[in-house]
């Protein structure tokens, strides 16, 4: 059976902006520069920079290399799309910040103080929900 997709280059556009965003995240979380998935996948830093933008469609042959270098599954990119409009919100983004700058601290007694804060930190949030 063959289904007649309507063809709204907004939603296109959207999907690939969260492509994009995904692409982001991911190399973020990995503590790589886009200077550094560029090589990797061998194209410039303006195009890796345009994919992650979604100024540019990712091809599925540089997705699945994309995916290669950043050890996530195709559908990774995909997770968590929403077709309401919303990309990011402030709290996506402060996550993505926070991720960011912990892969830049080397020492990792300051890595392991910071880890043990966030974790007390939620264990007392769980601690004060659940006596509410």
């Not at 997709?5 to 503590?31: A, F, Y």
């Not at 993505?96 to 892969?103: C, E, H, I, K, M």
């Given at each position: 059976?063959?289904?007649?997709?309507?063809?709204?280059?907004?939603?296109?556009?959207?999907?690939?902006?969260?492509?994009?965003?995904?692409?982001?995240?991911r190399r973020t979380m990995l503590g790589l520069t886009q200077q550094q998935l560029a090589d990797l996948i061998g194209v410039?830093?303006?195009?890796?920079?345009?994919?992650?933008?979604?100024?540019?469609?990712?091809?599925?042959?540089?997705?699945?290399?994309?995916?290669?270098?950043?050890?996530?599954?195709i559908n990774f990119f995909y997770e968590e799309l929403d077709t309401s409009g919303e990309i990011m919100n402030e709290r996506?983004?402060?996550?993505?910040?926070?991720?960011?700058?912990?892969?830049?601290?080397?020492?990792?007694?300051?890595?392991?103080?910071?880890?043990?804060?966030?974790?007390?930190?939620?264990?007392?949030?769980?601690?004060?929900?659940?006596?509410?």
């Amino acid at each position: 059976m063959v289904t007649n997709v309507n063809r709204d280059s907004s939603k296109t556009h959207h999907i690939e902006r969260h492509v994009g965003q995904r692409i982001r995240e991911r190399r973020t979380m990995l503590g790589l520069t886009q200077q550094q998935l560029a090589d990797l996948i061998g194209v410039t830093y303006q195009q890796a920079h345009k994919y992650e933008r979604g100024i540019n469609r990712v091809s599925a042959g540089r997705l699945f290399e994309i995916a290669q270098v950043l050890g996530v599954e195709i559908n990774f990119f995909y997770e968590e799309l929403d077709t309401s409009g919303e990309i990011m919100n402030e709290r996506q983004r402060m996550c993505l910040d926070l991720a960011r700058n912990f892969t830049r601290i080397r020492n990792e007694k300051h890595q392991d103080a910071i880890s043990t804060l966030c974790r007390v930190l939620s264990e007392q949030e769980k601690t004060e929900v659940g006596a509410a």
